[in-house]
């Protein structure tokens, strides 16, 4: 069974800790070990672990890459949006985090975001546990 996390994005480029909503789905599924895989199905999003405690870390990688990957170059994509599908390879389509005792074994400082690159838009995230 595969379960959906909606959320919707706010501006352009964006991280939204997801952290919350995986542990609930986990909670409903009454899952207690093994692993939560985690997929966008989405060209131009990705998902990433990394620093929630202090935001501007996200601020940064963000920045970074818009300094890397900018918004307006001659791209032979014309929608638009090449830079969005170019982040998205980057930062990838899935993680994978291990289930102990109910509860995402994350490090203390480690959230789950899901990466919006091309918003404001509805999305989704896959989500499929593997006892
Ligand atoms: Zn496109």
């Not at 899952?31 to 199905?41: A, D, F, Q, R």
């Not at 998902?47 to 900018?70: F, H, K, Y």
Request: glycine share 6%.
């Amino acid at each position: 069974m595969v379960r959906y996390i909606n959320v919707r994005s706010k501006t352009r480029n964006e991280f939204i800790d997801i952290t919350e909503m995986v542990q609930d789905v986990i909670k409903e599924a009454g899952i207690k070990t093994g692993v939560c895989y985690l997929y966008v199905p989405h060209t131009t999003a990705g998902i990433t672990i990394n620093e929630g405690a202090d935001p501007s870390v996200q601020r940064d990688i963000l920045n970074a890459l818009n300094r890397l990957i900018p918004h307006d170059m001659n791209y032979a994509h014309r929608e638009g949006n090449a830079d969005a599908h170019i982040k998205s390879t980057i930062v990838g389509a899935s993680v994978n985090v291990i289930v102990d005792d109910s509860k995402l074994l994350l490090g203390t400082w480690q959230s789950i975001f899901f990466c919006e690159f091309d918003g404001p838009r509805h999305r989704r995230i896959a989500v499929k546990f593997i006892p």
